[in-house]
C-alpha cells in the first residue's frame, strides 16, 4: 500500500488578500491544512506597534501547531513569524513580491523608503528557510539584499482559458491597465507617460482601465480627447478590453512582474514595456521594450500600428501559457513542501 504525503499544517501570512495571495492560498489548500492570519496595520507607529504586540502574542500562543509558516512579502508583517519558525525549528518561506526589495524616493515606494521597515524585510529574508522570488528581477534584488540566502524562483500564475484566442478581431487601441487610486500609483505606473504619449498620437485611441476617477481633475490638467478612462472593474471583464487592444502598453517605473501584461501578450496584444523591473523579461522576444521616452514610445506605437499583421499569435499565448502556468507554480511549490 502506497504511503499518502503527510498534510502539513500552514500557516498562511499576509496583509492583503490580492489575487496572487489567493491563488497560492487554493494551491497550498490542496494538499495541505493552511490557517490565514492577516496583519492589517494601518499605517501609523502605534498602529503597527498593537498589531506587532498582538502578533506576537498570537504566535506564542498558537506557532507550536504549525510545520510551516508561509508569509507573502517581507515587512513588518513578517520579522515575528520567521523569528519563531527559526526559534523553533519550522520552516519559512517567504514569497518577494517585488515591493520588499524596493526603493524609489521620489514617490516613496518600497520597504527600503523606512529605515524601521528595511531592518524587518531584511531580516525576514536572510532568516527564513527559502525565498521564493516571482521573478529574475526580483531574485537578483533578493540576493544583493541576503546574498546567503536560499532562493528560488516561482514565476507568478494566471488563470487562462482554454480556447484558442487567435481569431480575435483588434481594433487600433492602446491599452493599459492599472489600478491607480492614489499619486504614488499614478507615477508608479506611468500613467503620466501614458497621457503623455496619447497627445503625440491624437489619431489613436488610448484606453486606461483602474484609475480612480475621483483623482482625475488633481492629477491630470487636461485630459486629451483621444483617451478614454475607466473605474476599477472585477477581473473577468478585463477580458473584452484584452481581446479588443491591439497593444498593450505598459511603462511603469518599475515591475516586480507584470500579470496584466502576461494577461494581454495571451490575448493577442502586442506589448510595449518600458526597461524596468521584470517587465522585459515577461514579455521575451514577443514585443517592443523601449527606454521611458515619449517619443520612442509613440514611434513604437506607430510602427505596431501600421505594420502588417503579426503572425507570431499563437506562438505568443504559448509562451505565456506555458511559461505562467498555475500547474507550474503548484508544482514548485508544492515540492518544496515535500521537503523534510
Not at 24 to 48: C, M, R, W
Not at 277 to 297: F, S
Request: aromatic share 14%.
Amino acid at each position: 500500500m502506497t504511503n499518502m504525503p503527510k498534510r502539513k499544517s500552514i500557516l498562511y501570512v499576509y496583509s492583503h488578500f490580492a489575487s496572487f495571495v489567493e491563488a497560492d492560498f487554493d494551491i497550498l489548500s490542496t494538499e495541505h491544512d493552511v490557517v490565514k492570519y492577516q496583519f492589517t496595520a494601518k499605517p501609523g507607529i502605534l498602529n503597527v506597534a498593537y498589531f506587532l504586540l498582538k502578533q506576537f502574542f498570537y504566535l506564542l500562543i498558537h506557532v507550536w501547531k504549525y510545520d510551516v509558516v508561509y508569509i507573502w512579502f517581507a515587512d513588518y508583517h513578517s520579522l515575528l513569524p520567521v523569528f519563531f519558525a527559526k526559534t523553533l525549528n519550522k520552516k519559512s518561506f517567504i514569497v518577494n513580491g517585488g515591493y520588499d526589495a524596493a526603493r524609489i524616493r521620489k514617490i516613496n515606494y518600497g520597504v527600503f523608503c523606512s529605515g524601521i521597515r528595511g531592518f524587518f524585510a531584511i531580516y525576514s529574508m536572510k532568516n527564513c528557510t527559502v525565498n521564493l522570488p516571482v521573478s529574475k528581477y526580483v531574485e537578483r534584488k533578493v540576493k544583493y539584499i541576503a546574498p546567503k540566502s536560499d532562493r528560488l524562483l516561482i514565476y507568478n500564475c494566471m488563470n487562462l482559458p482554454a480556447s484558442d484566442q487567435t481569431n480575435i478581431v483588434k481594433e487600433n487601441i492602446v491599452l493599459t491597465v492599472a489600478l491607480v487610486d492614489n499619486e504614488r500609483t499614478f507615477f508608479l505606473k506611468g500613467i503620466n507617460t501614458f497621457i503623455e504619449t496619447a497627445c503625440l498620437l491624437p489619431q489613436y485611441r488610448f484606453v486606461i482601465v483602474g484609475f480612480d476617477k475621483s483623482i482625475v481633475n488633481h492629477l491630470i490638467k487636461e485630459l486629451p480627447g483621444n483617451v478614454t478612462i475607466y473605474n476599477k472593474i472585477p477581473h473577468h471583464e478585463l477580458v473584452t478590453f484584452y481581446q479588443k487592444a491591439k497593444i498593450y502598453c505598459q511603462v511603469s517605473l518599475t515591475e516586480s512582474f507584470g500579470v496584466s501584461i502576461a494577461e494581454a501578450m495571451f490575448y493577442n496584444c502586442i506589448p510595449i514595456v518600458t526597461n524596468e523591473g521584470a517587465m522585459p523579461e515577461v514579455v521575451g522576444d514577443y514585443g517592443h521594450i523601449v527606454k521611458r521616452d515619449t517619443d520612442k514610445i509613440a514611434a513604437s506605437v506607430e510602427k505596431i500600428l501600421t505594420s502588417a499583421p503579426d503572425n507570431n499569435k499563437e506562438l505568443m499565448a504559448e509562451y505565456i501559457r506555458k511559461k505562467f502556468s498555475p500547474e507550474l507554480r503548484k508544482e514548485k511549490l508544492l515540492a518544496i513542501l515535500k521537503k523534510e
